[in-house]
């Protein structure tokens, strides 16, 4: 079993900044991707950032590609989403997500960001 906690989120300006954090932990060690979607209001879930663990590679929607960084801890259970340079059509629930080698999907719990001003 994966249980996946967030943290971070809340209210920013437009231009603003915030993080959001990841743990998981319980059977993990067969992860492939670690990351973040998220889901707009009217609007399905969609991809923000991943690492594809056994290549260390990090993707980013085209959205967010140059705003959000995605990062891990050393431990490389925990993610970490620096979001810059917000807009207002970056609100949205966020979503922490591991999937195995096997395919199966783990989701947190969601997180609300919000970009007003």
């Known amino acids: 079993q994966v249980q996946l906690v967030e943290s971070g989120g809340g209210l920013a300006q437009p231009g603003g900044s915030l993080s959001l954090s990841c743990t998981a932990s319980g059977f993990t060690f067969d992860t492939y991707a670690l990351g973040w979607y998220r889901q707009r209001p009217w609007n399905g879930r969609e991809l923000v950032a991943d690492?594809?663990?056994?290549?260390?590679?990090?993707n980013y929607s085209e959205f967010v590609k140059d705003r959000f960084t995605l990062s891990r801890d050393n431990t490389k259970t925990t993610v970490y989403l620096q979001m810059n340079s917000l807009k207002p059509e970056d609100t949205a629930v966020y979503y922490c997500?591991?999937?195995?080698?096997?395919?199966?999907?783990?989701w947190g719990q969601g997180t609300q960001v919000i970009v007003a001003s």
């Open positions: 997500y591991l999937s195995n080698l096997g395919g199966t999907e783990h």
């Open positions: 690492i594809i663990t056994p290549l260390d590679i990090t």
